[in-house]
């Protein structure tokens, strides 16, 4: 990679935007530390139905504060969930140095508000916190040609960085052809093919992000080397011709059901032998951590449909719909590539 300051600490902030709003709402809205403190300890699926939560908006929240050092999680125990002295000390009622209410002074940001209505609907609200007339879908909202261009770019700014690290975590990977699903500008295609010189790419986009990454490509003089295919991943078949299928940054934004189906058509799709690679912020197997990307994930749980997912979670996804020899590399910027391969 070019030597540059590593802007790991930059992400973090933007990424982690929503996640002090998270702990505003557990306690003023929730009072989840004082429950705990006189229910616990308890599986997460009683703590869900007893607080009136939704399963993946609580699954983030307890991530979170088991990052936090809040709770302990135990998943190979129900999932059960205990609180910790930290927890107990100050954010319990009856301690003397409770800090419910200094969290509850904060109760009336939006933000809280919106992930409390979250928390207990499991509906994401609109993306950044627009407001009102906003379209509370924000894949619904790439259709505006206007929003799909900036998305495009913000992605493609992030991948600067990001693509090179992950280029070199397959750099021992024998590819020939590549399919960049669901790929904004292209970016990560272009760092896997710098050093293959033989190799191929496409790019997979719906409209009008497809003329988006069109125009990036033309610029960068890349576009005889990495097409654009227009197609919804979710709606048309994924082409075939291709031994790797890259997902950066994609499955993150979409429920486990969706998630599975995207890898069964990756599956179905790929070239006997050929590789998914799952280019992400991912969750540790134990859902403890790490703290920067449980931050990450309240932001996606939030405005989008899905969450960070635990590296222990894809794994058993893509068992299930066939891969073999799943594993898991870390990149950059709390970054990792999960790799699992179809059988030859």
Known sequence: MIDVPDPTVLYRVRDGVYAGDLLIAAVAELDLFTWLAAHGPVPAAELCAKLGLAERPADVLLTYCAALGLVERDLDADDRIELTDLGRA????????????YYGSLAERPAARELAHVLRTGTSAAWASAGAGADQDWSGRLDDPAFAERITAAMDARGAFLAPALAAAVGDLEIAALLDVAGSSGVYAAAVLADRGAARAAVFEREPVDAAARTLLRARGLAERIDVITGDMFTDPLPTGFDAHLYSHVLHDWDAPRVERLMA?????????????????????????????????????????????????????????GFVDVEHRPTAGDRGVLLARKPA
Do not use: Q
């Not at 100050?90 to 209410?101: E, I, T, V």
């Not at 992400?280 to 931050?295: C, M, N, S, W, Y």
């Open 90 to 101: 100050h954010l319990a009622a009856g301690s003397p140095y409770d800090l419910r209410a």
């Open 265 to 321: 058509a990756s599956f179905a799709a790929l070239a006997p032998g050929g590789w998914l690679l799952d280019h992400d912020t991912h969750i540790d197997a134990d859902k403890r951590g790490p703290l920067p990307v449980a931050e990450y994930s309240v932001l996606l749980m939030h405005s989008t449909p899905g969450k960070c997912w635990s590296v222990r979670e894809l794994a058993e996804m893509a068992e299930r719909v």
